[in-house]
Structures are given as C-alpha cells and as structure tokens.
C-alpha cells in the first residue's frame, strides 16, 4: 500500500515534550509570584470571585519538588465542542496524575465550561470501562432488536429466530476480537 507524502510525515512526528516534563513530574516545583489583581474594576472583581482572587501567579520550574505528597483532585473542561487531541490530553494528564499518587483523582466537566458552571461532571477512574462495555453491549442489542424486527415485518419472517441469530453472531465477533486483543496484549506488551 502507498502512502501519502502527508502520510509519511504524520508517521514521522514525534510531538516535542517540554523539557521539565521528560522524567516525570516528580522534578517539577512551584515557584509563587506575585498577588494577582485586575487592571480596573478590583473591589468589584474581588467581589465577584472572593476564593480567588489576589491569589500569588503559579509557575512550574525543573527543581527539586519540596511539596508533600498530598492526594490532588484535578478538573479538566475542553471546549464543549469539537477537541482533537483531547482524547490523548486526558489519557495523558490522567496517568500522570495516577503515576504520582494513585489517590489523587481527575474530574471531567462535560459540555465545557457549563459543565463547571452547572455541576456536570464524572470521575475518571479504572472501573467506568466495565459501565461502558455493559452500555455499548446493551445499545448493540437495541440496534439488533429493531433492525430485525424492521426485517420481519417487511419480510414476513421469524422474528425469534431472526434475533437470535443477528445477536449470537455480533456478540460472538465483538467477544472474539475482544480476546484476539488481550492475546496480543500479553503476547507483544502492548496496549491495543
């Protein structure tokens, strides 16, 4: 198979990571600057938001982490739209976080920032895949059920056996294919 030029060199690309972030985020500390304050308007924006402001400018330095390991809840808001990359984003902050400290905990707002605003969120964690394994399988058989139902009716044909038989062979593909994975998982370390 023959690929593209543009092909070639998004293959290539190998995105540049900061170099504070290259061994880990155990070699990262805080430096406090300045107290924050607005150009106009600061008792009435002091006002609006007394948690935070005045509050000193954070920096992230290469130097000795000098703070206590400590649990960190951390938030993450994308767009509410489109994100491409935020997929990787969150992965990356996610088992970053997780590396540190397996207490610490990462909450995602949904829709954006009204996610933050009206409270919308979930915790990411590692038991939520086994909610959305059993959602994804139950749709499926959903889907099944009224395709083939649409079918019998059309066709005049066994809706029971029809059933069956569509939900047998989809969920013996997807459980098969789901083993072929964890197999080549173990066989060559990789995460598929």
Request: charged share 20%; proline share 3%.
């Amino acid at each position: 198979m023959e690929i593209s030029a543009l092909q070639k060199a998004r293959y290539e690309y190998a995105p540049k990571l900061p170099g504070m972030l290259r061994h880990g985020i155990a070699d990262i500390c805080v430096k406090e600057g300045e107290e924050t304050q607005s150009v106009a308007d600061q008792e009435k924006i002091k006002a609006l938001f007394p948690n935070t402001y005045g509050k000193k400018e954070i920096t992230f330095q290469k130097g000795a982490n000098t703070s206590v390991a400590k649990k960190q809840v951390v938030g993450v808001i994308l767009s509410g739209g489109q994100a491409p990359g935020g997929h990787n984003v969150i992965c990356g902050l996610y088992d970053a976080l997780k590396a540190t400290n397996p207490e610490n905990v990462l909450y995602g707002f949904k829709n954006g920032p009204s996610g933050l605003i009206e409270d919308d969120y979930l915790v990411f964690d590692d038991e939520h895949y086994l909610h959305a394994l059993g959602t994804m399988l139950v749709t499926v058989v959903l889907i099944i059920l009224v395709f083939t139902y649409y079918i019998s009716v059309a066709k005049d044909l066994d809706f029971k056996k029809r059933f069956w038989e569509m939900a047998l062979i989809s969920l013996s593909v997807a459980a098969f294919s789901f083993v072929i994975g964890l197999l080549v998982k173990e066989a060559l370390g990789i995460d598929i």
